[in-house]
């Protein structure tokens, strides 16, 4: 789901209320179903979410070390926020997935306030690197 803070009727932009703490937990719960999102809660310890990022690596078809290289600071995603988005996710009910997490942010595809240091399997690179513009599982 794309998801604009900005929609246009009759040619004049207006701002789309944003997500609010009930939609948001909706969509961060279907997120982390169907695209693997996740730490739930993050940890302070470099080696923490074990499962989670084992699992990640399955998806991917990578290792784990590599999987805990991939987060929402660094997916395409966190490079189309605007600076009004960022506000109001900074703003947003803190809650425990804000442990250990980093600086909140938005994300566009799926619409809902993630974490700079959490991380989906639709991860895309920011395009910073040409050697990584795609997860790992699609590198040949
Ligand atoms: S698409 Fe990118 S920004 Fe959105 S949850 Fe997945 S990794 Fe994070």
């Known amino acids: 789901m794309m998801r604009s803070p900005f929609v246009f009727e009759m040619g004049i ?3 789309k209320s944003f997500v609010t703490a009930s ?3 909706k969509i961060r719960l279907k ?3 169907d695209w693997h999102f996740g730490p739930a809660v993050c940890s302070a310890d470099a080696g923490g979410n074990a499962p989670f990022y084992d699992s990640l690596a399955l998806v991917w078809e990578t290792s784990s070390e590599d999987a805990r290289n991939h ?3 660094n997916c395409e995603e966190y490079h ?3 600076p009004n988005t960022l506000a109001k996710a900074a703003s947003f009910p803190r809650d425990a997935s804000d442990a250990n997490a980093g600086p909140r ?3 566009e595809k799926f619409g809902f306030v993630t974490h ?3 991380v989906c399997q639709a991860w895309e690179s920011c395009g910073e690197d040409e050697d990584d513009e795609s997860p790992p ?4």
């Open 13 to 15: 932009p207006y701002e």
């Open 23 to 25: 939609e948001n937990k």
């Open 31 to 33: 997120v982390a179903k």
């Open 71 to 73: 987060c929402c600071m």
């Open 80 to 82: 189309k926020i605007d």
């Open 105 to 107: 942010m938005f994300c």
């Open 116 to 118: 700079a240091a959490q």
């Open 137 to 140: 599982s699609s590198k040949g």
